[in-house]
């Protein structure tokens, strides 16, 4: 879809407001200035002096600069990043997106020296510490948080050791994988052709389940060739961990991703458990989807598939009428969501057309400096697409709140990061249930309300289980695929209550997640955030008027606190404790009824 003259919201963004154009004379002068001051900044990093009430001065003029200059980083990375993603081909470009990932280890340098020259003090001290300059006493967490992020770092030498041999190792791992995955290609049948397509372009929610069947083998067939290499690969990323782990004295596997996500492990313990209870309502789902679309029982290549009842016949939304409709969703919800909104669309904050040479997928990048956010994505048309907007947009106003917090106190935590973004969604989504006009309509959406729940409540805890059992076992040796294939298979049918027909031997190699070297088990905070914002959602009528200011208080809170704490603090809910849990099932509850009573008239 791209721009016509009489359309109201501009599909292309604006950059050139922001910086001069990456491959220009003067953003290079940018980028030498910054890596100058980088340099200077992690030269000043190595002589901080222990941390008391005689050298807080000290702390407070370095942490000045941190913030400056970081915050500049992050403005000048987000905009090279917008650029290289609308741009694929300017190799230009790409080179400088490149300068900036090397200033990398003076970035890692700065934060290593900072969080172990805190690691040995104590509360009381960290407190008298902090009270001895307003600076510091305003950054009081973020040093809190830089001491208990200094318990998972190694004694300097060995910490910059590794970082050093973690660019031939762990990551060299990880980014054998990215091109393993790259270069795979999917052989399939298309009128009566073999064609070769990459995974990301071999679908499973498509209407006719023949397709959806010949797909599936097809990918199952090509993953299958090169599983022992990502057997490897996965050996050795964990393996390197596991290492790392044991000589910090770790508990186990999972105090590192408990500790980057700032939440404790009954709380971890807590949700899973209540998931486990009640998923069993999703099963009501499969059953009745499986009569939907004429067949006995699902198959692990039918949790995508559109439903017969509610096909789309082809576009049905401009692009206008999509940013109208997240305007006014978001407008009724609070003024304050939809002005922003507005101010968005209306300042060309979003890249949206239709057209070659963009990167696939969608993300949301904050400029701390320009105090603005940019989103990144592409319009179809679809009511998805327009999804997509509202959950980026909702990304966007997480960053537009924290927008006046000192920057080292606007970094949340990945499992806070999507509760904004699914909130807005759910948003959307209650807008565009009261609108719908036919039962085939409201059947459509309920379909994707409820596809996002088993993603989250089975598909992901399937991932936790297996990375969880591998975890378990890789200490004693190297695991083979077949190995790996067995504990994956356990792990969907327990995760999915043994409901499929049919299920995916080769999930392990293709889910790129479990390859990302940079932040350990990337799984569970996904869930995490789908079912914090799923019970915020269902607090509104507790607080009733004042249940937007609430919410602005959580995601204020998100950059400050730990998970437990920021949502005690403004929704008064424990964490550790079911009461929550339960409150965000209760919506998938709801849901599930509402599908089955709206498709009763197809199934008789």
């Not at 009489?6 to 001069?20: E, F, G, H, R, V």
């Not at 300097?156 to 660019?167: N, Q, R």
């Not at 969604?425 to 959406?445: M, Q, S």
């Not at 409540?457 to 190995?483: G, K, S, V, W």
């Amino acid at each position: 879809m791209t721009q016509t003259a009489a359309q109201k919201y501009s599909i292309t963004w604006d950059l050139d407001s922001l910086y001069p154009r990456p491959d220009s004379v003067e953003f290079k002068v940018l980028i030498d200035g910054f890596k100058e001051d980088l340099k200077q900044l992690a030269a000043v990093s190595e002589t901080l002096p222990a941390p008391s009430k005689s050298s807080a001065k000290v702390w407070g003029d370095f942490l000045e600069q941190v913030e400056k200059l970081f915050a500049y980083s992050c403005d000048l990375g987000a905009f090279v990043g917008c650029h290289t993603a609308a741009d694929t081909e300017n190799k230009a470009i790409q080179q400088i997106e490149g300068v900036l990932a090397a200033t990398g280890p003076e970035r890692n340098q700065v934060f290593t020296n900072l969080e172990l020259a805190l690691r040995e003090i104590s509360d009381e001290q960290l407190k008298e510490f902090a009270a001895a300059d307003p600076r510091l006493k305003s950054l009081l967490f973020f040093l809190q948080d830089s001491r208990a992020n200094a318990q998972f770092r190694l004694p300097k030498d060995l910490e910059m050791l590794s970082a050093e041999l973690g660019v031939d190792g762990i990551h060299a791992w990880g980014r054998l994988f990215d091109r393993i995955s790259g270069d795979l290609r999917i052989e399939l049948m298309e009128k009566g052709e073999i064609v070769r397509k990459s995974p990301g372009q071999v679908r499973l929610d498509v209407l006719d389940r023949n397709t959806r069947v010949n797909n599936f083998y097809a990918i199952e067939k090509a993953w299958k060739k090169v599983e022992d290499t990502c057997a490897d690969s996965l050996n050795h990323i964990a393996g390197t961990r596991l290492s790392r782990y044991k000589r910090l004295k770790t508990q186990d596997h999972l105090d590192a991703p408990l500790r980057f996500n700032r939440m404790q492990r009954k709380t971890l313990d807590t949700m899973w458990d209540v998931i486990s209870q009640r998923k069993q309502v999703l099963l009501k789902f499969f059953e009745r989807k499986a009569k939907l679309i004429g067949v006995e029982r699902l198959a692990w290549y039918d949790q995508l598939a559109p439903l017969p009842q509610a096909a789309s016949k082809g576009d049905t939304l401009t692009w206008d009428q999509a940013c109208d409709t997240i305007i006014e969703s978001f407008a009724e919800f609070s003024d304050e969501l939809g002005d922003f909104a507005q101010k968005a669309l209306d300042d060309r904050w979003v890249e949206a057309e239709d057209r070659s040479g963009k990167r696939q997928g969608g993300f949301c990048t904050g400029l701390p400096v320009r105090q603005q956010s940019r989103i990144f994505m592409t319009f179809t048309g679809s009511a998805d697409s327009m999804s997509t907007l509202a959950h980026e947009l909702g990304h966007a106003y997480h960053s537009h709140v924290l927008r006046s917090q000192p920057y080292l106190l606007q970094d949340y935590p990945m499992n806070l990061a999507e509760t904004a973004s699914t909130f807005a969604e759910a948003i959307l989504g209650g807008k565009r249930l009261a609108n719908a006009k036919t039962a085939g309509d409201k059947l459509g959406i309920l379909n994707n309300m409820l596809t996002d729940s088993v993603a989250f409540l089975m598909n992901i805890h399937a991932r936790f289980i297996f990375e969880n059992q591998f975890h378990l076992e890789r200490p004693a040796a190297e695991l083979t695929a077949d190995r790996l294939t067995e504990i994956m298979l356990a792990a969907q049918k327990e995760a999915y209550c043994d409901a499929f027909s049919e299920w995916s031997s080769v999930f392990w190699t293709s889910k790129l997640h479990f390859y990302i070297s940079g932040l350990p088990f990337y799984n569970f905070p996904y869930t995490f955030g789908y079912l914090l914002s799923l019970g915020l959602y269902s607090t509104a009528g507790e607080f009733g008027k004042d249940f937007p200011k609430k919410y602005r208080e959580l995601l204020l809170a998100t950059g400050s606190m730990n998970a437990e704490e920021a949502v005690k603090s403004t929704l008064g809910y424990d964490l550790t404790k079911p009461d929550f849990w339960n409150r965000s099932i209760d919506v998938i509850d709801r849901h599930v009824a509402e599908f089955l009573k709206t498709s009763d008239e197809f199934v008789k």
